[in-house]
């Protein structure tokens, strides 16, 4: 079990250092979030807060924090998958939109504009790093951290308990 509560403290740090690496992106070089950045956004966070109440030690945390995450894994993997196919439909829209109102008028966007307003149009090119563009490296760590959650889920040995009538 040992193993797995590594596996999920790295996820949940891993999702945060990713969330640490979108402020630098927005603040630093100056590439605002869209309305589907913002979402993924959420997603990572979701995933952090999963992964630490899967680590917490209950089976019961466990399944909850690694369905709470695989949840949020899949979702966010989704919004990725559809940010690279408006990426590569110019024709489509995205930014002052129906979901762009939605997502600034969720409590959060008041309350850390920073990290969860967004302000950018969804189609905008970037310079890929490392070869793969933003929504393509948010796909891939959507994926490889649902993967991780789905193993420690299904994987994942029951504490033991004690019996007292033993």
């Not at 509560?5 to 630098?24: D, E």
């Not at 089976?59 to 709470?68: D, V």
């Amino acid at each position: 079990m040992k193993k797995f509560k590594i596996a999920l403290v790295i996820t949940a740090l891993a999702s945060l250092a990713l969330i640490g690496a979108a402020l630098y992106f927005q603040i630093v070089e100056r590439m605002l979030p869209c309305p589907l950045c913002v979402i993924q956004r959420y997603a990572f966070i979701v995933i952090a807060i999963g992964s630490l109440i899967a680590v917490s030690g209950s089976n019961t945390a466990r399944k909850i924090g690694c369905s709470l995450g695989i949840y949020a894994g899949i979702t966010g993997a989704g919004v990725a998958l559809h940010q690279l196919y408006v990426i590569a439909h110019p024709e489509i829209r995205c930014g002052i939109d129906p979901v762009q109102t939605a997502v600034n008028n969720l409590p959060f966007a008041d309350w850390i504009p920073t990290l969860f307003l967004a302000e950018g149009m969804c189609g905008t090119p970037y310079d890929p790093i490392l070869g793969l563009s933003i929504p393509q490296w948010s796909l891939t760590w959507f994926v490889v951290f649902t993967m991780v959650l789905l193993v420690v889920l299904f994987k994942g040995k029951p504490v033991a308990t004690t019996n007292s009538a033993q």
